[in-house]
């Protein structure tokens, strides 16, 4: 079946542009999860859904950063004015209830120029 | 935080076994042991994980000590494809949609 998808899967923009960055999980997969990845780095907790209720956002590294999932399925990560620092590789992973594992998509290389 | 610590990095000949160390002496009673590997720039993929009991699946084996404090993840027979980032963490299971946290990981070196 098909497994986590993520769009665009590279997306470069202009610093003080606002980007979305898109999750579709596997289907039937309940718990969504949003991570941010520096080169070299182990994957770094942003946020994380249960159905559409967003459960914990305390890796949200500012206001600027933001995340829905209006029906439970596909996933938008959203970052307002866009700085240099935000430049890594966003990966999106999915569970089901009650499961233990975790399945990551390909991520989005973001570069902010 | 991660509530975990792990080498930075090990080195393994191909076809002998890997143990991968992980010291997690603050785990709580509900806290489950994962294994995660990341190869090049992929996604981390999932291996094996653990309450108390050891266990073993297709990829790995997961000995956790009695006191739960520390844990090693076996890799039977190393082949050079087993070349990773291998993470240790630790977090509430069942239910999901639990906060994870990845530390730094384990850069595991198989050599032929």
């Known amino acids: 079946g098909a497994g986590v998808s993520q769009s665009p899967r590279y997306k470069v923009t202009k610093r003080g542009q606002d980007v979305a960055l898109r999750c579709d999980p596997i289907s039937g997969h309940v718990s969504l999860y949003w991570y941010r990845q520096a080169l070299g780095q182990g994957p770094e907790f942003l946020t994380n859904?249960?159905?559409?209720?967003?459960?914990?956002k305390s890796g949200l590294p500012n206001d600027r950063f933001s995340a829905e999932r209006p029906e439970g399925s596909i996933s938008t990560l959203t970052i307002q004015r866009t700085e240099q620092r935000d430049s890594a590789m966003y990966r999106c992973?999915?569970?089901?209830?009650?499961?233990?594992?975790?399945?990551f998509g390909p991520g989005t290389r973001l570069t902010v120029t | 935080d991660a509530k975990t610590t792990q080498p930075p990095s090990m080195d393994c000949a191909e076809g002998r076994a890997a143990n991968l160390p992980c010291n997690h002496s603050t785990i709580s009673g509900n806290e489950y042991v994962y294994w995660y590997r990341q190869i090049h720039s992929q996604g981390p993929q999932y291996i094996i994980h653990g309450l108390k009991n050891n266990e073993t699946n297709e990829m790995a084996s997961l000995i956790i000590t009695e006191d739960r404090k520390s844990s090693t993840l076996i890799l039977p027979h190393a082949t050079l494809r087993d070349t990773a980032v291998y993470y240790c963490i630790v977090r509430v299971g069942g239910t999901g949609g639990f906060k994870t946290i990845f530390g730094a990981g384990t850069r595991l070196f198989v050599k032929a």
């Open positions: 859904f249960n159905y559409e209720a967003q459960q914990d």
């Open positions: 992973a999915s569970s089901l209830v009650g499961d233990y594992e975790q399945y």
